[in-house]
């Protein structure tokens, strides 16, 4: 495991860099805005982009705090960052991004 600063800066680059090309990714006219889109899918959208920016900023937060037990925001910050990326390997093998209504 990465010793230092170094280490959380790495985590750090790789929460902030992911958190921006999601929110970059996802908050346009073909995703959240698409008037295609149903209102509770773009709902849930919103609520996936405001979970991952919370959680981010918690994980920083855990892993940057002044804490005489410093070791535990690194311990939290990985399995939140795994539990996230979870979600979203589980919402592409489910496969139901893109399924017409009647």
Same mark, same amino acid.
């Given at each position: 495991m990465?010793?230092?600063n170094t280490g959380?800066?790495?985590i750090t680059f790789v929460i902030v860099l992911s958190?921006?090309?999601?929110?970059?990714?996802d908050w346009n006219e073909s995703h959240i805005f698409n008037r295609e889109w149903h209102d509770h899918a773009a709902y849930h &959208?919103?609520?996936?982009?405001?979970?991952?920016?919370g959680t981010s900023i918690v994980g920083i937060w855990l892993m940057w705090?002044?804490?005489q037990e410093p070791e535990l925001g690194v311990k939290i910050s990985h399995p939140?960052?795994?539990?996230?990326?979870?979600i979203i390997l589980l919402?592409?093998?489910?496969? &139901?991004?893109s399924q017409s209504h009647a």
């Open positions: 990465f010793k230092g959380r800066a790495f958190t921006i090309i999601s929110v970059a990714v &959208g919103l609520l996936f982009l405001n979970l991952l920016i705090r002044g804490s939140l960052t795994l539990y996230l990326s979870g919402s592409r093998l489910h496969g &139901g991004h």
